[in-house]
Protein backbone atom coordinates (compact mmCIF):
# COMPACT_ATOMS: atom_id res chain seq x y z
CA UNK A 1 0.00 0.00 0.00
CA UNK A 2 1.06 3.25 -0.76
CA UNK A 3 2.23 5.51 2.12
CA UNK A 4 -1.09 7.81 2.85
CA UNK A 5 -3.34 6.41 0.85
CA UNK A 6 -5.86 5.58 3.58
CA UNK A 7 -4.93 8.54 5.80
CA UNK A 8 -4.96 12.42 3.49
CA UNK A 9 -8.09 13.56 2.57
CA UNK A 10 -7.91 15.64 -0.67
CA UNK A 11 -9.90 18.68 -1.01
CA UNK A 12 -12.96 18.53 -3.71
CA UNK A 13 -12.28 14.83 -3.98
CA UNK A 14 -14.22 11.68 -4.28
CA UNK A 15 -12.04 9.89 -1.84
CA UNK A 16 -13.21 6.55 -2.44
CA UNK A 17 -11.76 6.95 -5.77
CA UNK A 18 -8.78 8.56 -4.96
CA UNK A 19 -7.58 6.30 -2.60
CA UNK A 20 -6.93 3.94 -5.17
CA UNK A 21 -5.25 5.87 -7.82
CA UNK A 22 -3.37 9.09 -6.47
CA UNK A 23 -1.17 10.90 -8.65
CA UNK A 24 1.99 12.72 -6.60
CA UNK A 25 3.87 14.92 -7.86
CA UNK A 26 7.67 14.94 -6.69
CA UNK A 27 9.33 17.78 -8.53
CA UNK A 28 8.84 20.86 -10.20
CA UNK A 29 10.71 23.36 -12.21
CA UNK A 30 9.19 26.05 -14.58
CA UNK A 31 5.88 24.92 -16.78
CA UNK A 32 7.02 21.31 -15.71
CA UNK A 33 6.20 18.39 -13.50
CA UNK A 34 7.22 15.03 -12.35
CA UNK A 35 5.21 12.28 -10.33
CA UNK A 36 6.51 9.24 -8.27
CA UNK A 37 7.19 7.42 -11.67
CA UNK A 38 9.39 9.67 -13.23
CA UNK A 39 7.07 10.97 -15.78
CA UNK A 40 7.21 14.62 -17.11
CA UNK A 41 3.66 16.54 -17.58
CA UNK A 42 3.35 20.05 -18.73
CA UNK A 43 1.33 22.08 -15.91
CA UNK A 44 -0.78 23.87 -18.10
CA UNK A 45 -2.94 25.31 -15.07
CA UNK A 46 0.05 26.71 -12.87
CA UNK A 47 -1.12 24.48 -10.17
CA UNK A 48 -4.40 26.04 -8.73
CA UNK A 49 -3.80 29.10 -10.83
CA UNK A 50 -1.05 30.69 -8.44
CA UNK A 51 2.78 29.13 -10.20
CA UNK A 52 2.86 32.52 -12.05
CA UNK A 53 6.66 33.02 -12.00
CA UNK A 54 6.76 29.24 -12.74
CA UNK A 55 7.77 26.56 -10.49
CA UNK A 56 11.48 25.90 -8.66
CA UNK A 57 12.45 29.56 -8.76
CA UNK A 58 15.71 29.53 -6.65
CA UNK A 59 15.50 33.71 -6.03
CA UNK A 60 12.03 32.81 -3.90
CA UNK A 61 13.37 29.91 -1.72
CA UNK A 62 16.23 31.57 -1.09
CA UNK A 63 14.23 34.54 0.44
CA UNK A 64 12.22 32.03 2.81
CA UNK A 65 15.23 30.49 3.59
CA UNK A 66 17.47 33.71 4.65
CA UNK A 67 14.18 34.66 6.59
CA UNK A 68 13.78 31.39 8.49
CA UNK A 69 16.99 31.69 9.90
CA UNK A 70 16.90 35.66 10.94
CA UNK A 71 13.49 34.98 12.08
CA UNK A 72 10.96 32.03 11.63
CA UNK A 73 7.74 33.15 12.76
CA UNK A 74 5.93 35.96 14.56
CA UNK A 75 2.76 37.47 14.77
CA UNK A 76 0.80 41.01 13.88
CA UNK A 77 -1.91 40.99 16.34
CA UNK A 78 -1.90 44.54 18.46
CA UNK A 79 1.50 46.45 17.59
CA UNK A 80 4.00 43.99 16.67
CA UNK A 81 5.32 44.09 13.20
CA UNK A 82 8.12 42.24 11.00
CA UNK A 83 10.23 43.36 8.43
CA UNK A 84 9.06 42.00 5.50
CA UNK A 85 5.42 42.24 6.45
CA UNK A 86 5.94 45.67 6.42
CA UNK A 87 7.74 45.90 3.34
CA UNK A 88 5.29 43.84 1.36
CA UNK A 89 2.23 45.94 2.80
CA UNK A 90 4.27 49.10 0.87
CA UNK A 91 5.37 47.28 -2.13
CA UNK A 92 1.52 46.16 -2.21
CA UNK A 93 -0.25 49.53 -1.66
CA UNK A 94 2.10 51.57 -3.74
CA UNK A 95 1.04 49.11 -6.74
CA UNK A 96 -2.68 49.08 -5.96
CA UNK A 97 -5.20 51.32 -8.38
CA UNK A 98 -6.73 53.13 -4.83
CA UNK A 99 -5.53 56.25 -3.02
CA UNK A 100 -4.09 55.76 0.26
CA UNK A 101 -4.20 51.75 -0.04
CA UNK A 102 -3.98 49.81 3.26
CA UNK A 103 -3.11 46.42 3.10
CA UNK A 104 -4.10 43.37 5.93
CA UNK A 105 -2.55 40.47 5.40
CA UNK A 106 -4.35 37.33 5.29
CA UNK A 107 -3.25 33.01 4.74
CA UNK A 108 -4.93 32.97 1.82
CA UNK A 109 -7.59 33.58 -0.74
CA UNK A 110 -10.69 32.15 1.27
CA UNK A 111 -9.45 34.03 4.46
CA UNK A 112 -9.26 37.44 2.05
CA UNK A 113 -12.70 36.92 1.13
CA UNK A 114 -13.75 36.22 4.84
CA UNK A 115 -11.95 39.73 5.81
CA UNK A 116 -13.26 41.63 2.64
CA UNK A 117 -16.61 40.58 3.73
CA UNK A 118 -16.32 41.82 7.70
CA UNK A 119 -14.42 45.04 6.42
CA UNK A 120 -17.21 46.15 4.63
CA UNK A 121 -20.31 45.09 7.40
CA UNK A 122 -18.22 46.77 9.85
CA UNK A 123 -16.90 50.20 7.66
CA UNK A 124 -20.92 50.99 7.75
CA UNK A 125 -21.45 49.74 11.39
CA UNK A 126 -18.64 52.71 12.16
CA UNK A 127 -20.22 55.66 9.77
CA UNK A 128 -23.48 55.33 10.89
CA UNK A 129 -25.31 53.23 8.34
CA UNK A 130 -25.28 49.50 10.09
CA UNK A 131 -27.92 48.13 7.91
CA UNK A 132 -25.76 48.17 5.03
CA UNK A 133 -25.09 44.60 5.71
CA UNK A 134 -26.11 42.59 2.01
CA UNK A 135 -23.36 41.09 0.32
CA UNK A 136 -24.11 40.77 -3.55
CA UNK A 137 -22.24 38.27 -5.89
CA UNK A 138 -22.63 36.76 -9.49
CA UNK A 139 -24.14 33.71 -10.71
CA UNK A 140 -21.11 31.74 -11.37
CA UNK A 141 -18.63 32.87 -8.57
CA UNK A 142 -16.24 31.23 -6.66
CA UNK A 143 -15.31 32.95 -3.73
CA UNK A 144 -13.39 30.01 -1.76
CA UNK A 145 -15.28 27.95 0.94
CA UNK A 146 -14.76 29.93 3.68
CA UNK A 147 -18.38 30.56 5.57
CA UNK A 148 -18.24 33.92 3.89
CA UNK A 149 -17.08 32.06 0.45
CA UNK A 150 -19.50 28.95 0.95
CA UNK A 151 -21.87 31.16 1.15
CA UNK A 152 -20.74 33.89 -1.66
CA UNK A 153 -20.57 30.70 -4.18
CA UNK A 154 -22.61 31.33 -7.19
CA UNK A 155 -21.36 27.49 -8.28
CA UNK A 156 -24.36 25.49 -7.12
CA UNK A 157 -22.24 22.43 -6.42
CA UNK A 158 -20.05 24.40 -4.15
CA UNK A 159 -23.05 25.51 -1.83
CA UNK A 160 -22.36 22.69 1.25
CA UNK A 161 -23.45 22.41 4.75
CA UNK A 162 -26.39 24.86 5.04
CA UNK A 163 -27.69 26.86 6.51
CA UNK A 164 -25.48 29.88 4.81
CA UNK A 165 -24.54 33.38 6.26
CA UNK A 166 -27.68 36.48 5.95
CA UNK A 167 -27.88 38.91 3.99
CA UNK A 168 -26.04 37.38 0.32
CA UNK A 169 -27.91 37.89 -2.56
CA UNK A 170 -26.95 36.86 -6.00
CA UNK A 171 -27.08 38.42 -9.04
CA UNK A 172 -26.50 38.08 -13.00
CA UNK A 173 -23.16 37.41 -13.63
CA UNK A 174 -23.05 39.83 -17.38
CA UNK A 175 -25.80 41.97 -16.64
CA UNK A 176 -24.39 45.53 -15.03
CA UNK A 177 -28.14 46.77 -15.30
CA UNK A 178 -29.73 43.70 -13.61
CA UNK A 179 -27.30 44.46 -10.81
CA UNK A 180 -28.65 48.38 -10.62
CA UNK A 181 -32.20 46.57 -10.78
CA UNK A 182 -31.10 44.11 -7.25
CA UNK A 183 -29.88 46.76 -5.40
CA UNK A 184 -33.10 49.28 -6.35
CA UNK A 185 -34.79 46.15 -5.23
CA UNK A 186 -32.85 45.51 -2.08
CA UNK A 187 -32.76 48.98 -1.24
CA UNK A 188 -29.00 50.79 -1.37
CA UNK A 189 -29.04 51.50 1.74
CA UNK A 190 -29.28 47.74 2.74
CA UNK A 191 -26.49 46.89 0.31
CA UNK A 192 -22.62 46.79 2.00
CA UNK A 193 -20.94 45.75 -1.26
CA UNK A 194 -20.64 43.67 -4.60
CA UNK A 195 -18.12 41.29 -5.22
CA UNK A 196 -16.52 40.78 -8.95
CA UNK A 197 -14.14 38.64 -10.36
CA UNK A 198 -13.14 40.61 -13.15
CA UNK A 199 -12.81 37.04 -15.19
CA UNK A 200 -14.74 34.48 -13.37
CA UNK A 201 -12.54 31.40 -12.93
CA UNK A 202 -13.26 28.22 -11.18
CA UNK A 203 -17.21 28.93 -12.52
CA UNK A 204 -15.93 28.44 -15.87
CA UNK A 205 -13.22 30.88 -16.91
CA UNK A 206 -16.01 33.49 -17.89
CA UNK A 207 -14.10 36.60 -19.02
CA UNK A 208 -16.84 40.11 -18.89
CA UNK A 209 -18.73 40.94 -21.69
CA UNK A 210 -17.41 44.61 -23.00
CA UNK A 211 -17.97 47.07 -20.63
CA UNK A 212 -19.10 44.92 -17.82
CA UNK A 213 -16.90 45.54 -15.34
CA UNK A 214 -16.52 49.24 -15.59
CA UNK A 215 -20.78 49.55 -15.62
CA UNK A 216 -20.50 47.53 -12.73
CA UNK A 217 -18.15 49.64 -10.85
CA UNK A 218 -20.48 52.61 -11.74
CA UNK A 219 -23.40 51.41 -10.14
CA UNK A 220 -22.13 50.46 -6.95
CA UNK A 221 -20.37 53.88 -6.69
CA UNK A 222 -24.07 55.53 -7.62
CA UNK A 223 -25.25 53.71 -4.46
CA UNK A 224 -22.70 53.97 -2.10
CA UNK A 225 -22.06 50.25 -2.68
CA UNK A 226 -18.45 49.21 -2.05
CA UNK A 227 -17.02 47.39 -5.12
CA UNK A 228 -14.63 44.47 -4.46
CA UNK A 229 -12.38 42.68 -6.78
CA UNK A 230 -11.64 39.16 -6.04
CA UNK A 231 -8.00 39.13 -7.57
CA UNK A 232 -7.12 35.79 -6.21
CA UNK A 233 -6.74 34.35 -9.14
CA UNK A 234 -6.96 37.52 -11.79
CA UNK A 235 -3.98 38.80 -9.97
CA UNK A 236 -0.28 39.29 -10.11
CA UNK A 237 0.43 38.99 -13.63
CA UNK A 238 -2.91 36.47 -14.85
CA UNK A 239 -4.73 39.70 -16.57
CA UNK A 240 -1.43 41.40 -17.13
CA UNK A 241 -1.30 43.58 -14.39
CA UNK A 242 -1.01 43.33 -10.25
CA UNK A 243 -4.46 43.67 -9.53
CA UNK A 244 -6.43 42.46 -12.51
CA UNK A 245 -8.08 46.10 -12.91
CA UNK A 246 -5.88 48.43 -15.08
CA UNK A 247 -7.65 47.19 -18.39
CA UNK A 248 -10.92 47.89 -17.15
CA UNK A 249 -9.89 51.42 -15.57
CA UNK A 250 -11.61 51.06 -12.60
CA UNK A 251 -11.04 52.21 -8.73
CA UNK A 252 -12.18 49.82 -5.96
CA UNK A 253 -12.55 49.93 -2.73
CA UNK A 254 -11.17 46.57 -2.05
CA UNK A 255 -9.16 44.03 -3.39
CA UNK A 256 -8.55 40.84 -2.40
CA UNK A 257 -5.41 38.56 -3.52
CA UNK A 258 -3.63 35.99 -2.78
CA UNK A 259 -2.58 32.88 -4.89
CA UNK A 260 0.32 35.15 -7.35
CA UNK A 261 1.83 36.91 -4.68
CA UNK A 262 4.17 34.52 -4.04
CA UNK A 263 3.42 32.41 -6.98
CA UNK A 264 2.17 29.82 -4.36
CA UNK A 265 5.31 29.39 -3.01
CA UNK A 266 4.23 30.04 0.72
CA UNK A 267 0.75 30.31 2.15
CA UNK A 268 -0.48 34.23 1.75
CA UNK A 269 -2.90 36.07 0.83
CA UNK A 270 -4.89 39.93 2.19
CA UNK A 271 -7.26 42.36 1.28
CA UNK A 272 -6.58 46.14 -0.08
CA UNK A 273 -8.46 48.93 1.84
CA UNK A 274 -8.85 52.18 -0.24
CA UNK A 275 -8.05 54.75 2.18
CA UNK A 276 -11.81 55.90 2.39
CA UNK A 277 -12.85 52.24 3.06
CA UNK A 278 -9.97 52.12 5.98
CA UNK A 279 -10.53 55.67 7.64
CA UNK A 280 -12.71 54.90 10.21
CA UNK A 281 -10.62 51.69 11.36
CA UNK A 282 -7.46 53.75 11.03
CA UNK A 283 -8.21 57.23 12.21
CA UNK A 284 -11.25 56.70 15.22
CA UNK A 285 -9.85 56.44 18.64
CA UNK A 286 -9.70 52.82 20.18
CA UNK A 287 -11.59 51.81 17.46
CA UNK A 288 -10.34 48.11 17.00
CA UNK A 289 -10.84 45.30 13.59
CA UNK A 290 -11.27 42.08 15.97
CA UNK A 291 -10.13 40.19 13.28
CA UNK A 292 -6.96 37.97 11.92
CA UNK A 293 -5.18 35.05 11.15
CA UNK A 294 -2.84 33.77 13.41
CA UNK A 295 -0.07 33.25 10.37
CA UNK A 296 -1.00 36.91 8.96
CA UNK A 297 1.96 38.71 7.83
CA UNK A 298 4.30 35.41 8.30
CA UNK A 299 7.83 36.67 8.11
CA UNK A 300 8.56 34.10 5.49
CA UNK A 301 5.75 34.31 3.28
CA UNK A 302 5.95 38.32 3.15
CA UNK A 303 9.66 37.20 2.10
CA UNK A 304 8.40 35.29 -0.65
CA UNK A 305 5.81 37.77 -1.72
CA UNK A 306 8.49 40.31 -1.99
CA UNK A 307 11.28 37.96 -4.06
CA UNK A 308 8.05 37.24 -6.30
CA UNK A 309 7.28 41.17 -6.95
CA UNK A 310 11.03 41.29 -7.62
CA UNK A 311 10.67 38.70 -10.04
CA UNK A 312 7.33 39.74 -12.13
CA UNK A 313 9.25 43.04 -12.51
CA UNK A 314 12.34 42.09 -13.47
CA UNK A 315 11.57 39.10 -16.25
CA UNK A 316 8.73 41.48 -17.21
CA UNK A 317 6.63 38.51 -16.46
CA UNK A 318 3.03 40.69 -16.96
CA UNK A 319 4.42 41.63 -20.81
CA UNK A 320 4.27 38.08 -21.39
CA UNK A 321 1.02 37.54 -20.23
CA UNK A 322 -0.21 40.62 -22.29
CA UNK A 323 1.60 38.62 -24.87
CA UNK A 324 0.28 35.27 -24.74
CA UNK A 325 -3.29 35.60 -24.16
CA UNK A 326 -4.23 35.92 -27.71
CA UNK A 327 -1.98 32.87 -28.50
CA UNK A 328 -3.70 31.17 -26.10
CA UNK A 329 -7.35 31.71 -27.35
CA UNK A 330 -6.24 30.92 -30.78
CA UNK A 331 -5.05 27.24 -29.50
CA UNK A 332 -8.27 26.96 -27.85
CA UNK A 333 -10.46 28.06 -30.40
CA UNK A 334 -8.35 25.56 -32.85
CA UNK A 335 -9.90 23.00 -30.74
CA UNK A 336 -13.58 24.42 -30.87
CA UNK A 337 -13.98 21.51 -34.31
CA UNK A 338 -14.16 18.84 -31.85
CA UNK A 339 -17.53 16.85 -31.25
CA UNK A 340 -16.88 17.13 -27.53
CA UNK A 341 -16.42 21.64 -27.09
CA UNK A 342 -19.31 23.62 -27.30
CA UNK A 343 -17.66 26.78 -26.90
CA UNK A 344 -13.76 28.03 -26.22
CA UNK A 345 -13.32 30.96 -24.15
CA UNK A 346 -10.57 33.61 -23.24
CA UNK A 347 -8.57 36.37 -24.68
CA UNK A 348 -9.18 38.53 -21.25
CA UNK A 349 -5.66 37.52 -19.86
CA UNK A 350 -3.44 34.79 -19.88
CA UNK A 351 -6.49 31.78 -19.04
CA UNK A 352 -8.96 30.18 -20.75
CA UNK A 353 -11.89 27.20 -21.48
CA UNK A 354 -13.08 25.14 -23.48
CA UNK A 355 -17.06 24.67 -22.63
CA UNK A 356 -17.72 20.73 -23.19
CA UNK A 357 -21.01 18.89 -24.25
CA UNK A 358 -23.50 18.89 -21.48
CA UNK A 359 -25.57 15.37 -21.99
CA UNK A 360 -22.12 13.23 -20.46
CA UNK A 361 -21.97 13.40 -16.70
CA UNK A 362 -18.49 13.57 -15.74
CA UNK A 363 -16.99 14.09 -19.01
CA UNK A 364 -14.85 17.00 -18.01
CA UNK A 365 -12.82 14.90 -15.40
CA UNK A 366 -12.20 12.20 -18.28
CA UNK A 367 -11.18 14.27 -20.73
CA UNK A 368 -8.78 15.84 -18.34
CA UNK A 369 -7.41 12.50 -16.82
CA UNK A 370 -7.32 11.62 -21.03
CA UNK A 371 -5.01 14.94 -21.67
CA UNK A 372 -2.93 14.14 -19.01
CA UNK A 373 -1.90 10.72 -20.28
CA UNK A 374 -0.80 13.14 -23.26
CA UNK A 375 1.53 14.58 -20.91
CA UNK A 376 -0.17 17.54 -19.83
CA UNK A 377 -2.01 18.45 -17.03
CA UNK A 378 -5.24 20.46 -16.98
CA UNK A 379 -8.41 21.56 -14.82
CA UNK A 380 -11.71 20.09 -15.15
CA UNK A 381 -14.81 22.16 -13.82
CA UNK A 382 -18.30 21.87 -13.81
CA UNK A 383 -18.74 21.39 -17.64
CA UNK A 384 -15.42 23.29 -18.97
CA UNK A 385 -11.78 22.91 -19.02
CA UNK A 386 -9.18 25.39 -17.57
CA UNK A 387 -6.11 26.88 -18.62
CA UNK A 388 -3.80 29.25 -16.86
CA UNK A 389 0.03 28.16 -17.74
CA UNK A 390 2.54 29.91 -15.67
CA UNK A 391 3.59 33.40 -16.90
CA UNK A 392 6.97 31.32 -18.12
CA UNK A 393 5.63 29.25 -20.62
CA UNK A 394 6.21 30.12 -24.53
CA UNK A 395 4.14 29.58 -27.71
CA UNK A 396 5.58 26.09 -28.11
CA UNK A 397 4.20 24.69 -24.86
CA UNK A 398 0.80 26.47 -26.03
CA UNK A 399 1.46 24.05 -29.18
CA UNK A 400 2.25 21.00 -26.67
CA UNK A 401 -1.02 22.01 -24.91
CA UNK A 402 -3.31 22.04 -28.20
CA UNK A 403 -2.18 18.98 -29.49
CA UNK A 404 -2.51 16.79 -25.68
CA UNK A 405 -5.92 18.00 -25.46
CA UNK A 406 -7.08 17.33 -29.04
CA UNK A 407 -5.58 13.92 -28.20
CA UNK A 408 -7.53 13.41 -24.57
CA UNK A 409 -10.84 14.56 -26.37
CA UNK A 410 -10.55 12.03 -29.22
CA UNK A 411 -9.67 9.45 -26.53
CA UNK A 412 -12.59 10.57 -24.38
CA UNK A 413 -15.01 10.30 -27.68
CA UNK A 414 -14.30 6.45 -28.33
Not at 339 to 348: C, K, Q
Amino acid sequence: MTIGTETLWHPFAAMESVKRAQTVITRAEDVWLWDSAGTRYLDATASLWYANAGHGRREIADAVAAQLQKLDAYHLFTDFANEPALALADALAARAPMAAAKVFLTSGGGDSIDTAAKIARAHFALTGQPERTILLHREHSYHGTHGLGTSLAGIPGNRVAPPFVPDVVQTAWNDAEMLEETIRELGPEKVAAFFCEPVIGAGGVLPPPPGYVEAAAEVCARHGVLFVVDAVICGFGRLGDWFGTARFGITPDLITFAKGVTSGVQPLGGVVASGAVAAPFWDTPATVFRHGQTYSGHPAACAAGLATIDLYERDGLFARADALEGPLLERLQGLADHPLVVEARGGTGFLGALELVPDRPGLTGTVANAVREHGVIIRPMVSALGFSPPLTATEDHLDLLADAVRKGLDDASR
